[in-house]
């Protein structure tokens, strides 16, 4: 089992910036693919971006490149997701997420645990 938590989510004008932070816990994480969605109201949750295990070489949706830079601590189990240039279309609720396989994987069922999420509110 991999216990995540999400932290770091608020309110923030758009243009600016959030962190947010995964942190994980349980059977051997830096073996894991971390990635991120996020989930709007009333709309599937949808792939953010991931994180090899080990490499560090990370993969994302078309939408947030140029704009979010995914990164991960494995000596301190964390994931980290670096937004800037927020846009409200950004809104949501945003997951951690942790998978056995490779990173290209945009299904939400292709990963295997996940967080409890964290909201994210860009106002205009």
């Known amino acids: 089992q991999v216990q995540l938590v999400e932290s770091g989510g608020g309110l923030v004008q758009a243009g600016g910036s959030l962190r947010l932070s995964c942190a994980a816990s349980?059977?051997?994480?830096?073996?894991?693919?971390m990635g991120w969605f996020r989930q709007a109201p009333g709309k599937e949750r949808e792939f953010v971006g991931s994180?090899?295990?080990?490499?560090?070489?990370?993969y994302y949706a078309e939408f947030v490149k140029g704009r979010f830079t995914i990164s991960r601590d494995n000596a301190k189990n964390m994931v980290y997701v670096q937004m800037n240039s927020l846009k409200p279309e950004d809104t949501g609720v945003y997951y951690c997420?942790?998978?056995?396989?490779?990173?290209?994987?945009?299904?939400?069922?292709?990963?295997?645990?996940w967080g409890q999420g964290t909201q994210v509110t860009v106002s205009s």
């Open positions: 349980g059977r051997t994480v830096s073996s894991y693919a």
């Open positions: 997420a942790a998978r056995g396989g490779n990173i290209e994987a945009l299904t939400p069922r292709a990963w295997d645990y």
């Open positions: 994180i090899h295990s080990r490499s560090g070489r990370a």
